[in-house]
């Protein structure tokens, strides 16, 4: 029981790391249009997020090996999992916007 304990903390920690990076991407990249300066909001989210993460991915690891997969295997699954959701999300946007557009 400990052993299972001991590797779903990382594996939760890496699926938080996943969803906070890939969250900030997504944010960043909806901002792209509007701000006056894109390439500086896309270089500091980037060093900011790298920084978050690989902070996380030194603290979650511990020094073991195990840890470190565990956390890539969390970080992995919430890439695909917000890529899922982000899909959909804008799936749903296009077609209400088409909506929107052919209304009128």
């Known amino acids: 029981m400990n052993e299972i304990f ?3 903390i990382p594996l939760v920690g890496g699926s938080l790391l996943g969803i906070l990076f890939f969250g900030g991407l997504w944010l960043t990249v909806k901002k792209l249009i ?10 500091g989210s980037f060093f900011f997020r790298i920084g978050i993460v ?4 030194y603290f979650i690891g511990l ?3 195990r840890n470190l ?5 969390g970080f992995v699954a919430a890439r695909f999992a917000f890529l ?5 999300l804008d799936g749903k946007m296009v077609k ?3 909506e929107i557009i052919y209304e009128a």
């Open 34 to 43: 509007v701000t006056k300066t894109p390439a500086l909001l896309m270089i």
């Open 63 to 65: 020094g073991d090996w």
């Open 54 to 57: 690989l902070t996380g991915f």
């Open 6 to 8: 001991s590797i779903l």
């Open 69 to 73: 997969v565990a956390c890539m295997i």
């Open 96 to 98: 209400i916007k088409k």
């Open 84 to 88: 899922h959701y982000t899909k959909s």
